[in-house]
């Protein structure tokens, strides 16, 4: 494939992530904070994310499993992974987690268990997404082309 | 120490979260900000020489508060508002109480938008509150905070000079 159909290939990939919800106009913001100083920030920042992602949600596994369940131990968990997607723009799993809030104010267990395994799904999708979004990239990257912002 | 640090604005910026503190970090720095990040409150105050500075109370000391302050030249503080064990109101009021740093302008960011503790922060003397995720449109909003203080420094050095001249005739006379 030429860089052309890459660079097109990425293009429609982008969108199709902001469309379907995904993403949101954050990322975009964060891929504007990426130039020549800093040219790895989005991936650094997506690592991140990923590694908080799973710290995240093996301390919400656990806590859920304990007996009694202590509610304000997996908000506060939920809290901070609704803060660090809101950061990131992950709009699917930011909007899990504020329905999941709601559920341990309530001291819903079922509903609980029910977002923490949404949870999973979609930091799962992101994470397939993404990757391949940064695997286009550094295709396009390697045949000496240019990577197209998101409009 | 002096004319090297006039050229740029220090910023102490202040976050448990790692990914946020990557965020305002990179944010500050597009805007030709001079950036430390720190992940608590009480590393923010051992930072400021805060600590330090309660020690030194405790003995007579004729050292001014503007010697001390020359150490580390930070021009303005951003913090997050939720962190464990010190809040960012917490640190906004450690930092209103002490008289070598309550001139420093102080930033609060939270998450979530709660009408209470906004007004909080600001009777407490924040001069802005932004929602995360932080913004390059809030960030533009600092400068004006960090003219002003400088301006207030600037203030300060003329009054000292000034004394010094006084104490001299005095001594002539």
């Known amino acids: 494939m030429d860089v052309l159909q890459l660079q097109r290939k990425l293009r429609e990939h982008q969108a199709a992530m902001l469309r379907e ?36 949600l093996h301390n919400m596994t656990r806590a859920l499993g304990q007996v009694p369940v202590d509610f304000k131990q997996v908000d506060a968990h939920v809290h901070q992974y609704k803060g660090s997607s809101a950061s990131v723009g992950a709009a ?8 999941f809030r709601n559920f341990c104010e309530t001291q819903n267990l079922e509903g609980c268990v029910r977002c923490l395994q949404q949870l999973q799904q979609e930091y799962s999708l992101l994470k397939n997404n993404l990757q391949y979004l940064f695997r286009l990239q550094e295709e396009i990257q390697a045949a000496g082309g240019s990577i197209p912002t998101i409009e | 120490m002096g004319l090297a640090a006039e050229s740029q604005f220090h910023v102490l910026a202040v976050d448990d979260s790692l990914i946020d503190r990557m965020l305002i970090e990179r944010l500050l720095k597009t805007s030709s900000f001079h950036v430390t990040a ?24 004729f050292v001014a508060q503007k010697t001390h302050n020359q150490d580390v030249d930070v021009n303005l503080i951003i913090t997050d508002y939720c962190m464990p064990e010190m809040t960012g109101y917490d640190l906004l009021r450690k930092i209103k109480e002490s008289k070598s740093l309550k001139d420093i302008p102080v930033v609060i960011m939270s998450s979530e938008n709660v009408p209470s ?24 909003k600092l400068r004006p905070h960090l003219l002003k203080s400088k301006v207030k420094e600037v203030g300060e050095e003329d009054q000292l000079i000034n004394l010094n001249r006084k104490d001299i005739n005095e001594i002539l006379a």
Request: with cysteine.
């Open chain 2, 117 to 140: 503790r906004i007004n909080r922060c600001l009777e407490e003397g924040a001069e802005e509150f932004f929602l995360k995720p932080v913004q390059q449109s809030d960030v533009n």
């Open chain 1, 21 to 56: 919800g995904f993403l949101d106009d954050q990322f975009s913001q964060l891929q504007k904070l990426q130039d020549e100083s800093s040219p790895d920030f989005v991936i650094e920042v997506v690592k991140m994310f990923f590694d908080d992602s799973e710290k995240l």
């Open chain 1, 92 to 99: 699917r799993v930011k909007n899990v987690c504020a329905t």
């Open chain 2, 38 to 61: 720190v992940d608590s409150g009480s590393k923010a105050l051992k930072f400021l020489g805060l600590v330090e500075e309660e020690q030194r109370n405790e003995e007579p000391s």
